[in-house]
């Protein structure tokens, strides 16, 4: 079985520290094969709030993915936020354009899809789609194949309202035949999971997964969560892990099949 916990919103400016114990804890005894880090590690992308958020990180003592999100990127200094948008994510989390984990039966890749013209929103570039495609499609169908990314590439089941994404739809479907299991994704705080084919007609199944935030007082009107995703004799097994006052339980377990 293959584990992975996935993790978003982290905004560290407004962070529980408490919280961030407890998960660090939940990280240890659960010893995931990889963690997942699907955007917004700062509120204002502050070096102090980088500094923390890497400080959190020196203590994920097992593989992680980090993609930026849009509080990544700073919002009120000009120069930075058009000419140096990721300068400090670079220097203190990641400075990989496609931050990549693989082993013999996993390939997850993540991509940025926040963008210094847009405040909330997102866009997917042709470059990226490009990148994946040819990335993916050179792995059998038999290999887990996933992609992290901050903004949601589908509406949730309560917020159907919030926008998605640029060029979401053109990323499922350049994507079709490279096998895809499994799209990670954060943004609106709310935990989610659901197949892209419900908006995605001519796709084949591919899984989103949106997690909640896990740190932050900024909880709009979800709890602090994260998810578990077990994958296990071709079934993926998604846990929601909510806060509880003392620490995260399983709140509900969404089970998918998975199609080769």
């Not at 293959?2 to 978003?8: D, G, L, N, P």
């Not at 407004?14 to 407890?22: D, K, S």
């Not at 999971?193 to 199944?205: A, I, N």
């Not at 602090?224 to 339980?249: A, D, P, T, V």
Request: glycine share 4%; charged share 25%; proline share 3%.
């Amino acid at each position: 079985m293959k584990k992975i916990i996935h993790i978003s919103d982290l905004h560290f400016g407004t962070q529980n520290n408490y919280l961030a114990e407890i998960l660090l804890n939940d990280i240890k005894n659960y010893r995931p094969d990889l963690v997942v880090i699907s955007g917004d590690l700062t509120q204002r992308a502050k070096s102090s709030q980088y500094e923390e958020a890497a400080d959190f990180l020196s203590k994920v003592k097992c593989p992680y993915i980090a993609v930026p999100g849009n509080h990544d990127i700073s919002l009120w200094n000009i120069f930075k936020r058009f000419f140096k948008p990721l300068k400090r994510f670079q220097a203190h989390i990641s400075d990989e354009e496609f931050p990549t984990y693989s082993d013999d039966s996993m390939e997850v890749v993540g991509i940025n899809s926040a963008r210094s013209l847009t405040i909330m929103g997102g866009r997917i570039s042709e470059e990226q789609i490009k990148h994946l495609k040819d990335h993916f499609c050179k792995f059998p169908a038999s290999k887990f194949k996933a992609i992290v990314v901050h903004h949601n590439l589908i509406p949730s089941d309560n917020i159907r309202s919030h926008k998605i994404v640029g060029r979401s739809r053109k990323l499922i479907s350049e994507l079709k035949d490279c096998g895809i299991d499994m799209i990670f994704s954060g943004h609106i705080h709310q935990y989610f999971s659901g197949d892209v084919q419900k908006f995605h007609k001519d796709s084949d199944s591919i899984i989103l997964v949106q997690a909640g935030t896990a740190l932050s007082s900024r909880t709009r009107r979800d709890k602090n969560s994260y998810n578990h995703i077990e994958i296990e004799n071709e079934q993926y097994r998604i846990k929601l892990m909510e806060y509880k006052g003392k620490e995260f339980l399983q709140e509900k377990v969404q089970i998918y099949n998975r199609k080769i």
